[in-house]
């Protein structure tokens, strides 16, 4: 029996954020928005004062100013954070970078320490991270217990997750959810290879062998439900499919798959000219992570292998179509 419940998510309009909200509201919770604009219907009744009600599912906070309505976060049983700049958008200029830490670490401390000071704080807080926390570590096994890799998105991950300690001192149970790439039509990688694929001009990027971990959208929701269910997991947990696949062989399932040859390779240095940093972190780094965590606590997998996946992914794409 499910039991329901109320629960916050942060960047609810986001990539998981827009997926998660209805599913969580299928399922019977009751889900409150925390939203960057003030929290006001369009057609809300209005005050005495003249201010428009605050809409009673929607919490304020902007992190850049410093506004936070925390008021509203009163009485959420669970937290669910996702909110964080795009990394995978424009070249990492400095400015980018500087953006792109302040999200997750500023955003995530002003969350935990308003988190703390509730006089009923929530059970829990379940906190997007990414396998980028472990860098390019070539053919390693990787699983919860390995150590922080180098470069930037390692250090943003170590940063990001220790931001989430005023809510660990206050007795919340926080989960990391280290995600890989996750696969969706609407946005990020697999969106932006279609096209070239489709042309009959993919292929491999860089030399083929580095390890992508992946994970579809479908299971991302699944994860994040199973995580406030399942209150042994706390600390970080890897969000990924069970087929950790090399660059190549995800390259020759997705030509597969489509029906196209992938017989036009990216070499690294074209891929640094296009992107950047942004190329060595997310396309040629390699990450062989394993979900251990979820394996143990027996998360089923609705898409446990890549073409299974896709294929799904595609015949929903032609379903809308």
């Given at each position: 029996?499910?039991?329901?419940?109320?629960?916050?998510?942060?960047?609810?309009?986001?990539?998981?954020?827009?997926?998660?909200?209805?599913?969580?509201?299928?399922?019977?919770?009751?889900?409150?928005?925390?939203?960057?604009?003030?929290?006001?219907?369009?057609?809300?009744?209005?005050?005495?004062?003249?201010?428009?009600?605050?809409?009673?599912?929607?919490?304020?906070?902007?992190?850049?100013?410093?506004?936070?309505?925390?008021?509203?976060?009163?009485?959420?049983?669970?937290?669910?954070?996702?909110?964080?700049?795009?990394?995978?958008?424009?070249?990492?200029?400095?400015?980018?970078?500087?953006?792109?830490?302040?999200?997750?670490?500023?955003?995530?401390?002003?969350?935990?320490?308003?988190?703390?000071?509730?006089?009923?704080?929530?059970?829990?807080?379940?906190?997007?991270?990414?396998?980028?926390?472990?860098?390019?570590?070539?053919?390693?096994?990787?699983?919860?217990?390995?150590?922080?890799?180098?470069?930037?998105?390692?250090?943003?991950?170590?940063?990001?997750?220790?931001?989430?300690?005023?809510?660990?001192?206050?007795?919340?149970?926080?989960?990391?959810?280290?995600?890989?790439?996750?696969?969706?039509?609407?946005?990020?990688?697999?969106?932006?290879?279609?096209?070239?694929?489709?042309?009959?001009?993919?292929?491999?990027?860089?030399?083929?062998?580095?390890?992508?971990?992946?994970?579809?959208?479908?299971?991302?929701?699944?994860?994040?439900?199973?995580?406030?269910?399942e209150m042994t997991l706390r600390g970080p947990v890897n969000t990924v499919a069970p087929q950790v696949l090399t660059n190549r062989e995800f390259t020759k399932t997705l030509g597969?798959?489509?029906?196209?040859?992938?017989?036009?390779?990216?070499?690294?240095?074209?891929?640094?000219?296009?992107?950047?940093?942004?190329?060595?972190?997310?396309?040629?780094?390699?990450?062989?992570?394993?979900?251990?965590?979820?394996?143990?606590?027996?998360?089923?997998?609705?898409?446990?292998?890549?073409?299974?996946?896709?294929?799904?992914?595609?015949?929903?794409?032609?379903?809308?179509?």
């Amino acid at each position: 029996m499910v039991t329901r419940m109320e629960i916050a998510v942060t960047g609810a309009s986001g990539l998981v954020g827009s997926a998660l909200t209805p599913a969580l509201a299928a399922a019977g919770h009751r889900v409150r928005r925390v939203v960057r604009r003030h929290p006001a219907l369009n057609r809300a009744p209005v005050r005495p004062s003249g201010q428009p009600a605050t809409h009673p599912d929607e919490v304020g906070w902007n992190a850049s100013t410093g506004y936070f309505e925390t008021a509203g976060l009163e009485g959420a049983e669970a937290v669910v954070h996702l909110a964080g700049e795009n990394i995978a958008t424009g070249r990492w200029t400095a400015a980018k970078k500087a953006a792109i830490r302040a999200s997750r670490v500023e955003g995530t401390r002003q969350l935990c320490e308003a988190l703390a000071g509730l006089p009923r704080p929530p059970r829990t807080l379940i906190c997007a991270s990414a396998v980028g926390y472990y860098g390019d570590r070539a053919q390693e096994r990787l699983t919860e217990a390995s150590a922080p890799g180098q470069g930037f998105l390692a250090e943003v991950g170590q940063v990001w997750e220790a931001a989430a300690e005023p809510a660990r001192r206050r007795g919340i149970r926080v989960v990391h959810l280290r995600c890989g790439m996750i696969l969706t039509l609407r946005d990020g990688a697999l969106a932006k290879m279609l096209l070239p694929f489709r042309l009959g001009v993919g292929g491999v990027i860089g030399n083929g062998t580095q390890y992508w971990s992946w994970i579809a959208l479908d299971d991302v929701v699944g994860v994040v439900q199973h995580a406030l269910r399942e209150m042994t997991l706390r600390g970080p947990v890897n969000t990924v499919a069970p087929q950790v696949l090399t660059n190549r062989e995800f390259t020759k399932t997705l030509g597969r798959v489509l029906g196209r040859p992938t017989v036009c390779p990216v070499p690294g240095w074209a891929a640094r000219l296009a992107f950047g940093e942004m190329a060595d972190a997310l396309l040629l780094a390699s990450t062989r992570v394993e979900p251990v965590q979820l394996l143990a606590t027996s998360y089923p997998y609705r898409w446990p292998e890549l073409e299974g996946a896709l294929r799904h992914l595609l015949a929903r794409e032609s379903s809308h179509a």
